[in-house]
Each structure stands twice: as structure tokens, then as C-alpha cells.
């Protein structure tokens, strides 16, 4: 499967029409799963995004098992775990397992995306914007010795 079936196969998730015809009342309650502050209008949230409050719940709480079973939960139990949840989320998006990746946050996506990509050559050069990941930049000459970025 290439990276636009993926995508459409994301895009086919039912969530996407609810939204679509969600009313007001359907936006408020949605709204109200979020603590937003009033003093500041946050328009940018690439550098750290609000979580609803059932995903924080559920966080804290991963966050609290993290800290009471240490490295014997990281090491013994938490890989079974991850698999379970990356065979559930490719059989919700029809593709194998093997064709999914979790990373940490976006940076790391991207870098891994950028060091695994095999079609730059000594010469070529990457364009990109000036609201490119600052960090991802020097990624793409480590990974091609010749291959220049602008």
C-alpha cells in the first residue's frame, strides 16, 4: 500500500462526516473536553498541542503506571502493549502492521522520513519553507553528503 492509500484510508474513518454535519450544540460539547485558557488566543500548536480532557485522564494515568512499575513495565510489558494498539489502529485503517510507525512527536517522524528517503542524489537540493521544523533541516544533508538544502 503507498503513503496516498494510507491517507485515504484514514480519511475513510467515520469521524470525518460526523464533524461535517455537527451543530453548534455538537461543537460545544466538544469544546467543553478541553481547559482553555482566556488570555491568550493559541493559534500554533506544533510545539505542544492541548489534549482533551479524556486523553489527559488517560495519560496521567499511563504516566502514573509508568512511574510505579519502572523499567520492568518498559521493559516487559510495554512492548506487548504498543503492538496490540499498532495491530489495532492498521486493522481500523486496512493496511499491515508493518506499514506503521509510532515516534514521540513530529520531529522525529519527520527525521525518520527524511533519513529514510533514498532518491536524493550528490547535487540535488531540498526546498522548503521558512515555516519548515528547524530541526529537521540538517537531517537532509546527513542523510545525503552532497545533496543541499535551501
Same mark, same amino acid.
Given at each position: ?6 491517507? =485515504? +484510508?484514514? #480519511?475513510?474513518? !467515520?469521524?470525518? !462526516?460526523?464533524? $461535517? ?6 461543537? #460545544?460539547?466538544? #469544546? $467543553? ?7 491568550? /488566543? ?11 480532557? !479524556?486523553?489527559?485522564?488517560? %495519560? ?18 510495554? !512492548?506487548?502493549?504498543?503492538? +496490540?494498539?499498532? +495491530?489495532?489502529? +492498521?486493522?481500523?485503517? @486496512? ?27 550528490? =547535487?540535488?537540493? /531540498?526546498? %522548503? ?17 552532497? $545533496? @543541499?538544502?535551501?
Amino acid at each position: 500500500m503507498d503513503r496516498r492509500t494510507l491517507l =485515504g +484510508a484514514a #480519511a475513510a474513518i !467515520p469521524v470525518a !462526516p460526523a464533524l $461535517a454535519t455537527a451543530s453548534e450544540d455538537d461543537w #460545544a460539547k466538544i #469544546a $467543553a473536553q478541553y481547559d482553555v485558557t482566556r488570555k491568550t /488566543v493559541q493559534l500554533e500548536h506544533g510545539n505542544w498541542g492541548m489534549m482533551a480532557k !479524556p486523553v489527559l485522564a488517560a %495519560y496521567r494515568a499511563h504516566v502514573e503506571r509508568v512511574n510505579r512499575d519502572t523499567s520492568f513495565y518498559a521493559r516487559r510489558e510495554m !512492548p506487548g502493549e504498543i503492538e +496490540a494498539i499498532r +495491530a489495532r489502529v +492498521a486493522a481500523t485503517l @486496512g493496511v499491515a502492521t508493518g506499514e506503521l510507525a509510532f515516534t514521540r512527536n513530529a520531529t522525529e517522524a519527520m527525521r525518520a522520513l527524511i533519513l529514510g528517503y533514498n532518491k536524493l542524489r550528490p =547535487g540535488d537540493a /531540498v526546498l %522548503y519553507a521558512d515555516l519548515t521544523m528547524i530541526q529537521c533541516r540538517p537531517a537532509w544533508s546527513r542523510s545525503r553528503p552532497g $545533496a @543541499g538544502w535551501r
